[in-house]
């Protein structure tokens, strides 16, 4: 089982960044996918989930009508798309796999590593 997150980098203040979660060993059939971010000095948080249907949840009010977030079965590929960045975005940003999008952090299935997304102000 693997999840690769990969599309980080720098970025200005109100750009955008697609990030992507390669995955595979697993069907996202029977998987949702979370993305996550963890700033220095702070607790990781969630982000976005997508069910297998497609459907969305927001983990935080912070990037409604900024983020969304995308699948491509065909791919095994979930997308998070950024607009609008933010300084305080800035953090490492991590794809999880889990049976539910309102399981806990600590009940991830699988991760992966995280992709750095740093915005300058």
């Known amino acids: 089982v693997q999840l690769q997150a990969s599309g980080g980098g720098l970025v200005q203040a109100g750009g955008s960044l697609r990030l992507s979660c390669a995955t595979s060993?697993?069907?996202?059939?029977?998987?949702?996918i979370g993305w996550f971010r963890q700033a220095p000095g702070k607790e990781r948080e969630g982000v976005l989930c997508?069910?297998?249907?497609?459907?969305?949840?927001y983990y935080t009010d912070s990037v409604k009508g900024r983020f969304t977030i995308s699948r491509d079965n065909a791919k095994n590929t979930v997308y998070l798309q950024m607009n609008s960045l933010k300084p305080e975005d800035t953090a490492v940003y991590y794809c999880?796999?889990?049976?539910?999008?309102?399981?806990?952090?600590?009940?991830?299935?699988?991760w992966g590593k995280g992709t750095q997304v740093t915005v300058s102000s």
């Open positions: 999880a796999a889990v049976r539910s999008c309102y399981a806990r952090i600590s009940d991830m299935d699988y």
């Open positions: 997508i069910s297998s249907s497609g459907d969305s949840t």
């Open positions: 060993g697993f069907s996202l059939d029977y998987y949702v």
